[in-house]
């Protein structure tokens, strides 16, 4: 873009190191500034006004300045602004939304191990599947298996476990014990003409031939997210869960569910585990346990991983993790009232109301000549732009087709993101019928813009 930078666009551009940004072109791109939220609305410095369709990063669900939120906040920042919880001491804060994360879990929970981001609470699980397994006699029982398009987060481990190349090139990652299985997407790594159903039934035997052939006894855990989202928003053929379930349980491999995007109602079901019958033993949470209105994760751990916990503990002495802001009081009071609010409006209700006209208006993108294959759950899609729509074959990724058409959509006054040449919409649960149609009729002239 050419037009002229304000002030505070160039000040941006001078401080400011941007994740996930091609940071040789933050200045052609024109780095985007605001300054409030309202709603599914968010304003730039200039008072322009965007529909956020993307919920920030897929995390503002209750979307942005909502005022019981606001007043949960400042009335725990009042009451106690920080404590933490090492060394037995606490919050009762802390333990009310343990006992809510217990209640609504989608499987048996014990107890919840807080961390502040996503990627904390990865690296979280996969370091208690080591302690587990140390716990258990098990030393060599310690690789992990996630998926190629699989996201997980960017710390050393958590990137490692991403199955994307832009979070390991030049990153010198990822680090060993790490093993990338299948991605389960039907629409790219399907053979010609093969069905979903044998489909899900190769991926089922190549992750069972890959268990094999490092050995069962030397794997401890796998990592899925229910449905893949900065992957490119990739839901999982109908029995995919089903079909390889069975052989973790076979070989004893704990099951982790990645619920960082999908918890908290975004398929219409409390976590998205439920809705594609994913059944974990132990669940990462974050983006919308407090509708992101102030960061933290949590671990959610069933009884018999607690009990290897406390045995190994009872052997070391102190349990040697934790970090200064996991479970931070803020966070949890944002959390517990992120979960009333949940409960009381029907998030989850809305939610389900809102899918059949979300899914209708992404159907609908798929007729667009630059659209080859549409995905939906609930309240979050992909979109797949392509250059040839009969022969699947994708844009030269130079050409950053996606990143232009979420341009056209920003100039347009509404925000997506593009994963490569997916556009993904992930909008607050909160939408109205009127804004969700506002914004699909802006994105349908912003692809147009591109044709
Ligand atoms: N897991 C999933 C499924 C995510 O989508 C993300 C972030 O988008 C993460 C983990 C990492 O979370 P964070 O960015 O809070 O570290």
Redesign the pocket.
């Known amino acids: 873009m050419t037009t002229q930078l304000t002030n505070v666009q160039v000040r941006d551009i001078e401080a400011l190191v941007h994740p996930y940004t091609p940071l040789h072109r933050v200045r052609e791109i024109g780095p985007l500034v605001l300054d409030r939220g309202k709603g599914v609305y968010v304003y730039d410095t200039q008072g322009k006004e965007y529909i956020e369709g993307m919920s920030g ?3 503002a669900g209750l979307g942005f300045s909502d005022e019981e939120m606001v007043e949960a906040g400042t009335e725990q920042l009042k009451r106690l602004p920080y404590y933490h919880l090492f060394g037995a001491k606490g919050y009762e804060v802390a333990i009310e939304l343990a006992e809510k994360l217990k209640e609504i879990a989608p499987v048996p929970i014990s107890k919840v191990l807080y961390s ?7 690296d979280t699980q996969i370091k208690l599947a080591w302690y587990y397994n140390n716990a258990l006699g098990r030393p060599d029982k310690k690789k992990i298996i996630s998926r190629v398009k ?6 050393v481990m ?1 990137a490692s476990l ?1 199955g994307l190349p832009n979070n390991h090139i030049d990153f010198d990652l990822p680090v060993p014990r790490v093993l990338h299985a299948d991605c389960p997407h039907h629409y790219r790594f399907g053979l010609e003409g093969e069905t979903e159903e044998a489909f899900v039934a190769r991926l089922a035997a190549n992750l069972r031939a890959l268990i094999e052939k490092e050995g069962p006894e030397t794997i401890a855990a796998f990592i899925a ?1 229910p449905i ?3 992957g490119g928003v990739i839901v999982p053929p109908e029995g995919y869960f089903a079909a390889i379930q069975p052989i973790f349980e076979e070989h004893d491999i704990l099951m982790i569910g ?5 918890g908290f109602g975004r398929t219409g079901e409390w976590f998205g585990s439920t809705a594609v019958g994913y059944k974990p033993h132990t669940i ?1 949470v ?2 919308q346990l407090t509708a992101s209105y102030a ?1 933290l ?1 949590a671990v959610m751990l069933p009884q018999f991983m607690v009990d290897a916990l406390e045995s190994e503990s009872a052997k070391i002495g102190v349990f040697g993790h934790g970090y200064t802001y996991g479970g931070h009081p803020l966070g949890c009071a944002l959390g517990v009232k992120a979960i009333e609010i949940y409960q009381k409006r029907d998030i989850l209700g809305r939610v389900r109301g809102l899918a059949p006209l979300f899914a209708a208006r992404i159907a609908k993108l798929a007729e667009h000549p630059l659209i080859g294959d549409v995905r939906v759950k609930g309240l979050v899609g992909g979109v797949e732009l392509v250059a040839d729509k009969k022969t699947k074959r994708p844009f030269d990724p130079k050409q950053g087709v996606g990143a232009k058409i979420v341009g056209f959509l920003q100039a347009r006054g509404a925000i997506l993101r593009a994963i490569g040449d997916t556009i993904a919409l992930c909008p607050p649960m909160v939408i109205s019928e009127a804004e969700l149609n506002e914004l699909f009729d802006r994105l349908e002239k912003a692809l147009d813009d591109g044709e």
Do not use: F, Q, R
Request: hydrophobic residues 30%; aromatic residues 6%.
């Open positions: 990063l897929w995390c502040s981001s996503g990627s904390e609470a990865n699989g996201y997980h987060g960017v710390t958590s991403t997210e893949m989202g900065a990645d619920e960082v995007i999908t990462s974050a983006k960061p994760s």
